[in-house]
């Protein structure tokens, strides 16, 4: 499956983006989507993820637990991470990826969000 995250750019403090991560080559709803982000200097963390369309439970890290949406379109094999109340602190690259309970796992490219007035 390949991924293609989009729709990052810049918005002032207090705004809202939705990244979409849409999907080819396979459908997406038999896998896990997890939304990441990695800022300047930091390592890599986890955002929030949905599971598999049977289950579709969301989960989030803390930091962003209630700004943040995570939601699936099948039929446009997307999914989509609605972001609100955006803070200078959310500015980061953003990826997605795609995994199965076997353990794969596949990536999308990064898009950039940057918060800033």
């Known amino acids: 499956v390949q991924l293609q995250a989009s729709g990052g750019g810049l918005v002032q403090p207090g705004g809202s983006l939705r990244l979409s991560c849409a999907a080819s080559?396979?459908?997406?709803?038999?896998?896990?989507i997890g939304w990441f982000r990695q800022a300047p200097g930091k390592e890599r963390e986890a955002v929030g993820c949905?599971?598999?369309?049977?289950?579709?439970?969301?989960y989030y890290a803390d930091s962003v637990k209630g700004r943040f949406t995570i939601s699936r379109d099948s039929a446009k094999n997307t999914v989509y991470l609605q972001m609100n109340s955006l803070t200078p602190e959310d500015t980061a690259v953003y990826y997605c990826?795609?995994?199965?309970?076997?353990?794969?796992?596949?990536w999308g490219q990064g898009t950039q969000v940057t918060v800033s007035s």
């Open positions: 080559g396979s459908t997406l709803d038999r896998y896990a």
């Open positions: 949905i599971t598999a369309t049977s289950d579709g439970s969301t």
């Open positions: 990826r795609a995994g199965l309970a076997t353990g794969t796992v596949y």
